[in-house]
């Protein structure tokens, strides 16, 4: 069931939570939210889930006007960041609850349970209580609960955030295999850029209370429409510089100039903001990164898989990030070589010049 | 500043413990030198918790000696051991205004106001908050806060060593990303021992010059992010390290060659007097590649992580991880895999079989 956002807004008071917005979620399909706390990705769900109101606009499933429904006419689940379980029944009681609740019958809850189970690897565990799991299985019966329903929404707030890192690798690698072929529209918040492109599907890049960018998760990555969809998408953070196009080259500093090509040699003369994400910037030339820009290393970060060094640029610090170990040291000048065909430009209004 | 010293240290929660299941640490012995930034990573349960609160003395160990300089520091009192932590949500006094906050714990050890005024001011310049020194603690962000708790537990001189348990946990990435490198800058500057608790192996590798990698209540391997990443003592290490972990298959070793899902592989290890004990290969998905030979293999996911592509395949029932250039394609369901023997290892119990002579480290 296809599931729509129609110029929906959220004011409280005079704050502005969610500004006008429309999206149109296909049914089957995993959506990210993406961006940083307060971006407004808990109220966009809330919204969509009829756990809140919005001020204006309208929700609609299938086509059905939805918007003043209570959440439990909407057929949805929610799984938020801490997870819920009943702490008294069994995780197979925890599981079937809302079968039980919905009176279907005991021969088909048998076999939904026996499915569900299976997928989420909670078999072995169904007798036991939730404290007698760990922090992976409680959350992963938690999910449980949202799946034996067949529900035509799913909407997952920050699932993985409270779990160990290697938990959060495992499961969210699972997510998408497990909600493909359901026909559900899943609706996932996060903030970490990393785990948006893993669960891959599309992205809603969120700033402030806007959908800056709507579209499929690599295409928004590589293609971001504007500053906010590019930095809410990168992690570590984008490298940013005012530059002059002006005589065929691209001026970022008195020192620092070359000769546009690519995107960039299309570019009316004029002010733009460049941005590059850290991985196009390398501690030595190779054939696609060309351009020297010359700093000061002010930290290193390696990680045994990859070197991340900080540096003066002028009065900003950028980031180099790249694979392997290069034995940086600290104060040290060092020469790093630009990708300038991965550049970003930027106009006044902060969307993308192509 | 002190080198620490964890001699033969063990702890059990229980009176009186049986086998070695009872204890939550089961023996960790080693030195960390003074001035020197470390990790402790492992998974919720690893017990390295235990093993902070061991040091910072509000647990006192079953057995082993806690060493702060040479002197014995097992039974001393939190307050007399001369500590600074940082915990995972920020701790400081709303009512107060920065400034004080910083100050607190210098003016709690009668340090006079005119050398507080001047400790407090470079400490607030360092992690750039002086123009919120005036400003009440109570109207702050998260992670301002959390700046101010770092501040507090970096304000004292005298301190043996600065610990940080999960500090970044509840923290945005792009702040993380931000606070993370401060705090590595700030070592840089300091020089005071530090130790920092997390279970995420980004933080624990960027900040950290020596990671102590533990679970199952033991040490599993202290190294450099560079050691750990080539070469895991332990499958575990090599799992929990990297993102994708290092593929883990069963194998077996048959007329002098290692043998995996039928097929004959080179490995790095030595072969020769091979221990007792199940037998593994480890291999990291940056060496594993798509051939026209090699281990059988069904594709199941290709996921776009942006700098690169991660290929997940099946073989048999165990998942092999690929890492792909950004541009490569995969078209085919069924692929084989070559392991490259340099980077490919065996593994007993866990354990990483010694390594043939042209393999090991220089």
Known sequence: MKLELRDVSKRVGADIHIHETSL????????????????????????????????????????????????????????????????????????????????????????????????????????????????????????????????????????????????????????????????????????????????????????????????????????????????????????????????????????????????????????????VRPHFVRPAADESAQIPLHGEVRVTELSGSESVAHFNLGKDIWVSQSDGLHPYKVGEQHDFYLDDTRCFFFGADGRRVV | MAKIKLDNIRHSYFPNPKSDDDFALKRVHFDWEDGGAYALLGPSGCGKTTLLNIISGLLIPSHGKLQF??????????????????????????????????????????????????????????????????????????????????????????????????????????????????LKELHQQVKTTMIYVTHDQTEALTFADQVVVMNFGQVLQVGTPQALFDCPEHTFVGHFIGSPGMNVLPAQVKDGQVWVAGQAVEVSSSLESLPEGKLEIGVRPEYVRISDTGVEATVRNLMDVGRHKVLETLVGDIKVHVVLGENQQVSSDRVHLQFEPANTRLYADGWLVDLQHEFEEV
């Open chain 2, 69 to 182: 300089d040479g002197q014995d520091v097992t039974r001393l009192s939190p307050k007399d051991r001369n500590i600074a932590q940082v915990f995972q949500f920020p701790v400081i006094y709303d009512t107060m205004t920065v400034y004080d906050n910083l100050a607190f714990p210098l003016r709690n050890r009668g340090v006079n106001e005119a050398k507080i005024d001047a400790k407090v001011r470079e400490i607030a310049a360092m992690l750039e908050i002086e123009d919120m020194l005036s400003k009440k603690a109570a109207g702050l962000s998260p992670d301002n806060k959390q700046k101010i708790s770092l501040g507090r537990g970096l304000v004292r001189e005298d301190v043996n060593v600065i610990m940080f348990d999960e500090p970044l946990t509840v923290i945005d990435p792009h702040l993380k990303w931000k606070l993370r490198s401060k």
């Open chain 1, 24 to 275: 149109v979620f296909e049914p089957g399909a995993f959506n990210v939210l993406l961006g940083a706390t307060n971006a407004g990705k808990t109220t966009l769900m809330k919204l969509m889930a009829g756990l809140d109101m919005p001020t204006s606009g309208q929700v609609l499933y299938g086509g059905v006007d939805m918007t003043k429904a209570p959440p439990q006419e909407r057929n949805i689940s929610f799984v938020h960041q801490f997870f819920i379980n009943y702490p008294h029944l069994s995780v197979r009681d925890n599981i079937t609850s809302p079968l039980r609740l919905a009176k279907v019958r005991p021969e088909e809850i048998k076999r939904r349970l026996d499915e569900t189970a299976d997928l989420l690897r909670l078999g072995p565990m169904l007798d036991r209580r939730p404290h007698e799991l760990s922090g992976g299985q409680q959350q992963r019966c938690a999910l449980a609960r949202a799946i034996i329903k067949d529900s035509s929404a799913v909407f997952l707030d920050e699932p993985l955030a409270n779990l160990d890192y290697k938990l959060r690798e495992e499961l969210r690698s699972e997510l998408p295999v497990i909600f493909s072929n359901r026909g559900a529209v899943v609706v996932y918040a996060t903030s970490e850029p990393a785990e948006a492109l893993m669960l891959g599907g599309y992205t809603a890049a969120m700033y402030e209370g806007h959908v800056s960018q709507f579209g499929v998760t690599s295409e928004v990555y590589r293609q971001p429409a504007n500053v906010n969809a590019a930095q809410v998408f990168s992690d570590p953070p984008l490298n940013v510089a005012q530059i002059e196009k002006r005589d065929g080259k691209v001026n970022l500093s008195k020192q620092f100039n070359w000769s546009a090509r690519g995107v960039a040699a299309d570019l009316p003369d004029g002010a733009y903001t460049l941005a």
